[in-house]
């Protein structure tokens, strides 16, 4: 799949006359363009609130992130859990109305997840980049940011807001920009996660350096609909030279039930990412333990 990045209307300044350009293929083609290209708008504005080299200089002397990847080698339970927070999704709307982000994170905390996801997408996931601050001063288990990162500026905000890990979506971003993407998150001391869908897009990160985490997400980019059989067929057709190349791998999206967990832990995921089945749960110590208590 082929996710075009910029708006294709762009609204031009000429002196004092604003030309807006109507191309005739204006509209995204499904909800990951239409997310992609509202990413470029919210990051414009961001930057206009808070330039690069303010952030530079912010993270200049914050505390080394925490290991994102150790934490999960060394996984409270194997598979290790990631548990996701996320207000909405743009396809069921929002998920928690009683929203509070860090009390869930402390939740999850003490119910035995290994990392904690934070989502912050604002238009489509109604998260926050504050989310992560807030999340960070109140629960000590490393964070990653989950976004749809388009820029280095936000890899930078990431770091600012105590991220410790940031998502590298393959099905957006260039072989190029994902190499320097990885650099630039390794320079920042952080741990980059990059998320693929498809054989090719993990045949094109097997041909990357610094990949030491990959994230298999069982949704279809398309219609959004999840399949636990992609972790599986992935996994079946790439484990070997993931393995060669010492990459830890997590399945995401999707994920109901022990039996679903057992499934992709078979197929050689070594963690896994859960979001709406946590989130949407009224008793969320309870479903984690129940989740965890066979693993
Ligand atoms: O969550 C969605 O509906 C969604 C829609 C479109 C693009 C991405 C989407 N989710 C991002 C994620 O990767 C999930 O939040 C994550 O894998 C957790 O999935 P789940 O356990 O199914 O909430």
Known sequence: ?????????????????????????AAPKNILEAIVWNKELEVDQQRLKQPLQDLQSQIRDLPTPKDFLATLKQGKTKPALIAEVKK?????????????????????QSAGASCISV???????????????????????PLLCKDFIIYPYQIYLARSKG?????????????QDLQYFIKITNLLRM???????TLEEIDRVLTLDGVVLVSINNRELEDFSVNLHTTCQLLAARAEELRKKGVLVISE????NREDINLVQKAGAS???????LIKHPDRKLVISNLLTSL
């Open 271 to 277: 963690a896994v990412l859960i979001g709406e089945l």
């Open 191 to 197: 741990t980059p996660l990059v998320e693929v869908h």
């Open 253 to 256: 999206s999707g994920l109901k």
């Open 119 to 141: 989502v912050t997408d604002k238009k489509f996931f109604h998260g926050d980049f504050n989310y992560l601050a807030q999340i960070h001063t109140k629960v000590d288990l």
């Open 88 to 108: 909405a999704s743009p396809i069921q709307g929002v998920l928690c109305e009683d929203f509070n982000p860090t009390a869930i994170a402390s939740e999850y």
């Open 1 to 25: 799949m082929y996710i075009r990045r910029r708006q294709p209307n762009p609204v031009i300044a000429a002196s004092s006359v604003q030309y807006q350009v109507a191309l005739p293929d």
């Open 163 to 175: 991220a410790d890990a940031v998502l590298l979506i393959a099905a957006i971003l260039s072989n």
